[in-house]
């Protein structure tokens, strides 16, 4: 798989290591009134995904700590929605 950012190439699970390295980023983490959100856009299609972050997190402190945590489920719908929606070479690959 092609990272969306940048040249890396790698496997699904190599690629997700790669974005949360490389690309925190991605994951931005927005106010939104009383709930706390985080929001990951496909840079490809520009598809968002946006996920109320559990209101037991909602202390700034505990965010920070789990901010990390948080990318990874980002990253890995990310990588999901790749693997779905851009990853031609996965099912068909043939004639066009
Ligand atoms: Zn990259
Ligand atoms: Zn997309």
Request: aromatic letters at 8%.
């Amino acid at each position: 798989m092609n990272c969306p950012w940048c040249e890396f190439n790698g496997t699904p699970r190599a690629l997700h290591a790669h974005l949360s390295e490389s690309h925190p980023e991605g994951v931005k983490f927005e106010d939104r009134g009383k709930r706390r959100v985080y929001v990951i856009e496909c840079p490809v299609c520009g598809a968002g995904y946006d996920q109320t972050i559990k209101p037991r997190l909602n202390d700034p402190g505990f965010i920070e700590e789990f901010q990390d945590q948080i990318r990874l489920v980002a990253f890995d719908m990310l990588v999901n929605h790749l693997m779905a929606e851009h990853e031609e070479s996965a099912s068909e690959s043939s004639d066009a």
